[in-house]
C-alpha cells in the first residue's frame, strides 16, 4: 500500500511539472529542462550509490562522452540532426556503457575510499583527453553544437525541447525504477547490505556490481547526449570533477537509494544555484552549508523526512506524552 502511494505521488509531481512549467516563462522552461537532464545524471549515481553501495566521482566521463560525441556527429558530419537524432542517442547510451565496461575493470578491483579515488582519477583522465586532444575536441575552446534537430519537432521551441527531455526523464525514472524493483535491484541492495552474505549464497556480487557499473554509464551517456543540445556548447568544464561532485550531491541531498531523491535534489541545486547567484557573490558557500546542514540533520535526505517523523511520533507516543503522566523511575541503587 506504501509502495503504492509513492508511485501516485510521484505520477502527480510528473503531471505537475509537465502542466505548471510551460506555462512559467521561458526562464523557468530553461531552468527545469537543465534539471530534468542532470537528473537522469544523478539517478544513474543513485543506482551505484543508494542501491549498490558504490560512491562514484567519475559520472561525469560518461556525461562527458555522449555530449561530446553529439557535439562532434552534429559539426562535423551533420548526424544527429534530423530523425538520426535517436540514433545518436542510442550511440551515446552505448558510448558511455562501453567507457563505464572498460573503466569498471579497473575501479571494481577495489572498494571503499580506494574505489571513490579510482573513479575520481578515471574521470579525470577524460577530463584530460578533452582539455588535449585539441583536434578532435577543440581544446580549452570547445565545440559549439550550433543547430538543434528538427524531426517533426522543432526543438529550437525551448518549450517543445522541455516535452522531449521530460519525456527522456520520465522514461529513465520508470525504467530505472523497474530495474530496482526487479530481482538485479534486489540484489544490489544485499550486496550494498552486506556483500560477504549474498557471496555465501552464491550471488556473483563482483558481476552484480560491474552490470550496475556499465547500466550508470549508460544513463550517464544519456545526460551528457541531451546535455549538448539544450547548452548548445560542450567543452572540458562539461567533464570537470565539479560535474561528478554535483551529480553525487544531488543524491546525497535527495535521499540515496530513492531514484526520485536525485532528481528532486537536481531542482533544488538548479534552482538555488539560479535565485542566490543573483543575491549573493558568494552564493556557493550557501548552497555548500545547505549540503553539509543536510548530512549532519537529514542523513537520509529530503525524501528521509516522512520516515523521520514517523519515528519521531512513535518515540513521541512511547514516551508517555499523550496526556497521561508517568510516574518517575526510582533511582538507581
Same mark, same amino acid.
Given at each position: 500500500?506504501? #509502495?503504492?502511494?509513492?508511485?501516485?505521488?510521484?505520477? @502527480?509531481? @510528473?503531471?505537475?511539472?509537465? *502542466?505548471?512549467? &510551460?506555462?512559467?516563462?521561458?526562464?523557468? $522552461?530553461?531552468?527545469?529542462?537543465?534539471?530534468?537532464?542532470? /537528473?537522469?545524471?544523478?539517478?544513474?549515481?543513485?543506482?551505484?550509490?543508494?542501491?549498490?553501495?558504490?560512491?562514484?566521482?567519475?559520472?561525469?566521463?560518461?556525461?562527458?562522452?555522449?555530449?561530446?560525441?553529439?557535439?562532434?556527429?552534429?559539426?562535423?558530419?551533420?548526424?544527429?540532426?534530423?530523425?538520426?537524432?535517436?540514433?545518436?542517442?542510442?550511440?551515446?547510451?552505448?558510448? +558511455?556503457?562501453?567507457?563505464?565496461?572498460?573503466?569498471?575493470?579497473?575501479?571494481?578491483?577495489?572498494?571503499?575510499?580506494?574505489?571513490?579515488?579510482?573513479?575520481? /582519477?578515471? +574521470?579525470?583522465?577524460?577530463?584530460?583527453?578533452?582539455?588535449?586532444?585539441?583536434?578532435?575536441?577543440?581544446?580549452?575552446?570547445?565545440?559549439?553544437?550550433?543547430?538543434? &534537430?528538427?524531426?517533426?519537432? #522543432?526543438?529550437?521551441?525551448?518549450?517543445? *525541447?522541455?516535452?522531449? =527531455?521530460? +519525456?527522456? !526523464?520520465?522514461?529513465?525514472?520508470?525504467?530505472?525504477? $523497474?530495474? /530496482?524493483?526487479?530481482?538485479?535491484?534486489?540484489?544490489?541492495?544485499?550486496?550494498?547490505?552486506?556483500?560477504?552474505?549474498?557471496?555465501?549464497?552464491?550471488?556473483?556480487?563482483?558481476?552484480?556490481?560491474?552490470?550496475?557499473?556499465?547500466?550508470?554509464?549508460? !544513463?550517464?551517456?544519456?545526460?551528457?547526449?541531451?546535455?549538448?543540445?539544450?547548452?548548445?556548447?560542450?567543452? &572540458?568544464?562539461?567533464? =570537470?570533477?565539479?560535474?561528478? =561532485?554535483?551529480?553525487?550531491?544531488? $543524491?546525497? *541531498?535527495?535521499?540515496?537509494?530513492?531514484?526520485?531523491?536525485?532528481?528532486?535534489?537536481?531542482?533544488?541545486? !538548479? /534552482?538555488?544555484?539560479?535565485?542566490?547567484?543573483?543575491?549573493? &557573490?558568494?552564493?556557493?558557500?550557501? *548552497?555548500?552549508?545547505?549540503?553539509?546542514?543536510?548530512?549532519?540533520?537529514?542523513?537520509?535526505?529530503?525524501?528521509?523526512?516522512?520516515?523521520?517523523?514517523?519515528?519521531?511520533?512513535?518515540?513521541? +507516543?512511547?514516551?508517555?506524552?499523550?496526556?497521561?503522566?508517568?510516574?518517575?523511575?526510582?533511582?538507581?541503587?
Amino acid at each position: 500500500m506504501r #509502495d503504492t502511494i509513492k508511485i501516485l505521488s510521484v505520477v @502527480l509531481l @510528473l503531471v505537475a511539472l509537465l *502542466l505548471v512549467v &510551460p506555462r512559467s516563462g521561458s526562464f523557468v $522552461v530553461l531552468l527545469a529542462t537543465r534539471a530534468m537532464c542532470f /537528473a537522469i545524471l544523478a539517478m544513474s549515481v543513485d543506482l551505484l550509490l543508494g542501491f549498490t553501495g558504490l560512491p562514484s566521482l567519475g559520472q561525469a566521463a560518461y556525461f562527458g562522452v555522449g555530449a561530446y560525441l553529439t557535439a562532434i556527429l552534429a559539426t562535423r558530419y551533420h548526424i544527429g540532426l534530423g530523425w538520426d537524432f535517436w540514433l545518436v542517442v542510442a550511440a551515446g547510451m552505448l558510448v +558511455g556503457a562501453a567507457l563505464a565496461a572498460l573503466f569498471g575493470l579497473f575501479a571494481l578491483r577495489a572498494t571503499g575510499v580506494y574505489f571513490l579515488m579510482i573513479t575520481l /582519477a578515471l +574521470g579525470q583522465c577524460v577530463w584530460g583527453l578533452a582539455y588535449r586532444w585539441n583536434s578532435l575536441t577543440g581544446g580549452d575552446n570547445g565545440i559549439n553544437v550550433g543547430s538543434r &534537430p528538427n524531426f517533426g519537432l #522543432d526543438l529550437t521551441d525551448e518549450t517543445t *525541447l522541455f516535452f522531449l =527531455v521530460f +519525456g527522456f !526523464f520520465a522514461t529513465s525514472l520508470a525504467a530505472l525504477y $523497474v530495474l /530496482a524493483r526487479s530481482p538485479f535491484g534486489r540484489s544490489l541492495e544485499g550486496i550494498r547490505e552486506r556483500e560477504l552474505r549474498m557471496q555465501i549464497l552464491g550471488y556473483n556480487t563482483w558481476l552484480h556490481k560491474y552490470l550496475a557499473f556499465v547500466i550508470a554509464g549508460a !544513463f550517464g551517456g544519456l545526460s551528457g547526449v541531451l546535455w549538448a543540445h539544450i547548452n548548445g556548447h560542450v567543452s &572540458p568544464e562539461t567533464v =570537470v570533477l565539479t560535474t561528478s =561532485v554535483d551529480a553525487l550531491l544531488m $543524491v546525497v *541531498l535527495g535521499g540515496a537509494g530513492t531514484l526520485v531523491g536525485g532528481a528532486i535534489g537536481a531542482g533544488i541545486v !538548479f /534552482a538555488l544555484r539560479e535565485y542566490l547567484s543573483t543575491l549573493v &557573490p558568494w552564493w556557493q558557500y550557501v *548552497l555548500g552549508g545547505v549540503y553539509v546542514l543536510t548530512i549532519l540533520y537529514l542523513p537520509t535526505g529530503l525524501m528521509g523526512i516522512p520516515a523521520q517523523i514517523r519515528q519521531f511520533r512513535v518515540a513521541d +507516543g512511547k514516551g508517555g506524552r499523550s496526556g497521561k503522566v508517568k510516574p518517575l523511575a526510582s533511582a538507581p541503587s
